[in-house]
């Protein structure tokens, strides 16, 4: 059973960088067919995808953010992570990894949803 | 970016209740949408994809149906589990996967 467990410190300064790691059991990261990807959602709202992976190396980000994300992956741990550059309060959230099934979106294979989540860790930006 | 539209934002119900949620895409997603259930403190989980296709263990009281911009999940008979947050999200576009903003299902 695939299960996928966030890592991370809970407070970071602003201006500085979050960094967190997903570890995967049941499952292994250079799977060619999934996609693993974060999530993240602020207190009260709604959720904002962040960034994709796919082992070995093709990432997708969020245009909103491209600009201070960068997501990785580490075979030899099974784990991908997130480093989220140059963070303000706007960033103070719970971030969730997770599969990102893909699919033939026409007819081109892309990822689609997430089907298998972890179970969130929380992230507070403040000094 | 293609914007999701819920509706409503709450809406309260009684056990066995019939439920109907909507949402609504800026543009066409075609038939590239996703429903996820979060109750208070936990992960989202993914409940239906592609529109109408219930994910693996998701009980048939939950439909899914629509096409386009308009689309809808159905619970058929409220269970006390399913009160929660859903939303909808469309996968149409690479590097552009967004969610609506959710619709909370409450007792009434």
């Known amino acids: 059973q695939l299960q996928l467990q966030e890592s991370g410190p809970g407070l970071v300064k602003p201006s500085e960088t979050l960094s967190l790691t997903c570890s995967v059991s049941?499952?292994?990261?250079?799977?060619?067919?999934?996609?693993w990807g974060w999530i993240r959602q602020p207190p009260g709202k709604g959720l904002e995808w962040i960034a994709t992976?796919?082992?070995?190396?093709?990432?997708f980000r969020n245009p909103s953010l491209s600009g201070r994300v960068s997501i990785s992956v580490d075979t030899s741990k099974n784990q991908f992570s997130l480093r989220l550059d140059s963070v303000t309060a706007a960033d103070t959230a719970v971030y969730y990894c997770?599969?990102?099934?893909?699919?033939?979106?026409?007819?081109?294979?892309?990822?689609?949803?997430?089907?298998?989540w972890g179970q969130g860790t929380r992230v507070t930006v403040s000094s | 970016e293609i914007e999701m539209t819920q509706s409503p934002v709450t809406l309260s119900a009684s056990p066995g209740e019939r439920v109907t949620l909507s949402c609504r895409a800026s543009?066409?997603?075609?038939?590239?949408l996703a429903w996820y259930q979060q109750r208070p403190g936990q992960a989202p989980r993914l409940l239906i994809y592609?529109?109408?296709t219930r994910d693996t263990g998701i009980p048939a009281r939950f439909s899914g149906s629509g096409s386009g911009t308009e689309f809808t999940l159905t619970i058929s008979s409220l269970q006390s589990e399913d009160f929660a947050v859903y939303y909808c999200?469309?996968?149409?576009?690479?590097?552009?996967?967004?969610f609506g903003q959710g619709t909370k299902v409450d007792i009434k």
């Open positions: 997770a599969r990102h099934r893909g699919a033939y979106i026409n007819d081109y294979y892309n990822p689609a949803f997430f089907d298998t």
């Open positions: 592609d529109v109408s």
């Open positions: 049941g499952g292994s990261v250079n799977n060619r067919n999934y996609y």
């Open positions: 999200q469309q996968y149409t576009k690479r590097s552009a996967w967004t």
């Open positions: 992976i796919y082992y070995p190396g093709n990432t």
């Open positions: 543009q066409s997603v075609s038939g590239y």
